[in-house]
């Protein structure tokens, strides 16, 4: 393979964001060592204090100069000085639907020496494939008579065959290349009957392109006891936007907590660039004192070279935080800390 030059638009944004996003950079640049592989980084000024001090959320110019970059890192955006939604809907949304990002991708893996709060828990090792450009989240309603009595507050959940389907394919495809091969479809078809049966009917048709698969349906409910009493029964799961959102923060808690948890806003077609994220936000109760743990951000770089064609450094990576992981003895050490022993490992 030939060596590559990349451009990566880095968004460090709020909080914790550029504390773990300087151990992500620490990490991809071990992991890149001598293989040819550059990364040319961008930053960009996006999140709570650009939006303070300008009023700006995501910029027409900065999405543009966004789209001419090969891959995207996000640290985190948000903090509680901005009203709640603001910037969820002006910067994080606007770029997984402008970037046509329609996979989230959140593994989950309980890595030996992780503390899991389940007891009994057996091999945890499943991925959500996590719908990212429709739903609930797509701002499709809006409020009458607010703050009246007679407040009026609609939220149409979007759903449409060719992202239900796009989104369907990819997951079996997931699966497929999986040892156990075994897709789990998450919904509420039994009540949402509208959207339910389009995703389940879109399940059923594309199946058979994947006769190596095999699946079988879950509803939402239902999923969060099998999460809690059996994750070890998952392998890839398929579901909406707002299911995925709140099963992978339970997959994060059962496997390792927040800090270990990665996420790809994954653009499969490659129209646009895939971003590349922690699942936690920018924490501000512990922001500014370098206690941050950075593997979820260097696990998320580690998603960023897979989807670039380097399986074998991305596993270097994955190694290195499962084997740091394994050998944590409860001392508490320092962002920068971990980011060293990371780095470390991964040129090993
Ligand atoms: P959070 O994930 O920032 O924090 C939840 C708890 O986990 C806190 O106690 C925090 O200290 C801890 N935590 C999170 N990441 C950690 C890490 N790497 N190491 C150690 N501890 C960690 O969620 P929260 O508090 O609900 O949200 C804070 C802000 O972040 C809000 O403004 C929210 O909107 C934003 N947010 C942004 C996201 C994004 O950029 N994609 C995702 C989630 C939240
Ligand atoms: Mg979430």
Redesign the pocket.
């Known amino acids: 393979t030939q060596p590559q030059a990349y451009r990566l638009a880095v968004v460090a944004?709020d909080?914790?964001g550029p504390e773990?996003v300087a151990e992500g950079l620490k990490c991809l640049a071990a992991a890149t060592e001598g293989t040819g592989i550059t990364f040319e980084t961008t930053e960009f000024d996006l999140g709570a204090k650009r939006w303070h001090a300008t009023g700006d959320t995501l910029a027409a110019d900065d999405l543009e100069a966004i789209k001419g970059h090969d891959v995207i890192l996000?640290g985190?955006?948000?903090?509680?000085s901005v009203p709640s939604g603001v910037l969820?809907r002006g910067v994080?949304l606007p770029l997984r639907f402008a970037l046509d990002q329609y996979v989230n991708l959140r593994p989950s893996r309980l890595y030996p020496g992780e503390v899991s709060p389940l007891r009994d828990v057996d091999a945890v090792d499943f991925v959500v494939v996590r719908e990212g450009t429709e739903g609930p989240y797509v701002g499709n309603g809006g409020a009458l008579r607010v703050d009246t009595p007679h407040e009026i507050a609609t939220e149409v959940s979007i759903n449409t065959r060719h992202g239900v389907e796009r989104v369907v394919r990819y997951a079996f495809d997931v699966a497929s290349k999986r040892d156990r091969k075994q897709l789990t479809l998450v919904h509420k078809h039994n009540v949402l009957v509208h959207a339910g049966h389009l995703w389940r009917r879109t399940v059923e048709a594309v199946a058979p392109e994947f006769p190596d698969v095999t699946w079988d349906y879950l509803h939402i409910d239902a999923a969060t006891i099998v999460m809690t009493t059996n994750p070890g029964k998952f392998d890839v799961i398929v579901t909406d936007n707002l299911f995925g959102d709140i099963l992978t923060d339970q997959a994060a808690a059962i496997s390792g907590g927040?800090?270990l948890a990665a996420s790809g806003n994954v653009n499969p077609d490659r129209t646009y660039p895939s971003m590349f994220?922690?699942v936690?936000?920018?924490?501000?109760?512990?922001a500014g004192q370098g206690i941050?743990?950075p593997s979820?951000t260097v696990l998320s770089v580690g998603l960023m070279l897979d989807f670039l064609g380097y399986p074998e450094l991305a596993a270097r990576v994955e190694d290195a935080v499962a084997a740091d992981a394994a050998a944590k003895d409860g001392t508490a050490r320092t962002t920068v800390q971990v980011g060293d022993a990371l780095a470390a490992r991964i040129r090993g």
């Open positions: 944004g909080g914790i773990v996000l985190a955006i948000g903090d509680p969820e994080l927040i800090g994220e922690p936690h936000g920018s924490a501000p109760d512990i941050a743990d979820a």
